[in-house]
């Protein structure tokens, strides 16, 4: 048997679900960080494998594609987007802005569970005694908990049920 690039076998199949991917309302997307091995080398740069989803309960059809790049430099997800219209979800990564500009259809979101980290890393820096005391660190905290409460008991609902609580009980949380 003849060898074969897998990679090129697959192209077509990958480049169908991008086709689909760029035609949803929401995707998320995220990079990481990962060592590749060049010429068996161990210390190499960092590279970083992108992953893009379709987001939300809208997608008809769920899709998750990985990119590999050699950096995390944001035009990669703008290259990878091309033709994509709507929300894109992301950890805040300055690299996204790059969509931030007067003709982008594309709008950004945030991630509420890294937002939430960065209030709890900063309850971690205030000192120890006022760790457990009310304040503005502490009040977001629970407030972020009272907001992912709402969305466990409403997981089961379908859109509509969804979006009517949220706007009932979470719009009120997040205006304040």
Not at 36 to 60: A, F
Not at 79 to 90: E, I, K, P, R
């Amino acid at each position: 048997m003849g060898s074969f690039d897998v990679y090129e076998l697959l192209k077509p199949f990958y480049n169908r679900l991008l086709y689909y991917l760029i035609r949803q309302k929401i995707i998320q997307a995220d990079e990481t960080t990962m060592r590749v091995i060049h010429d068996g080398r161990e210390n190499c740069p960092k590279s970083y494998m992108w992953l893009y989803q379709s987001g939300g309960y809208h997608s008809k059809c769920p899709i998750v594609l990985y990119e590999y790049q050699p950096t995390r430099a944001g035009q990669h997800a703008k290259t990878f987007l091309t033709g994509f219209s709507g929300y894109l979800q992301t950890d805040g990564f300055p690299g996204y802005h790059i969509f931030e500009n007067e003709n982008s259809e594309v709008t950004l979101l945030g991630c509420m569970a890294h937002a939430r980290r960065k209030f709890h890393d900063a309850l971690k820096a205030l000192p120890k005694n006022s760790q457990k005391k009310p304040g503005m660190v502490q009040m977001a905290i629970s407030k972020i908990a009272k907001l992912y409460a709402i969305e466990k008991q409403i997981k089961p609902l379908n859109a509509e049920q969804r979006y009517l609580i949220r706007q009932e009980k979470s719009k009120p949380l997040l205006d304040d």
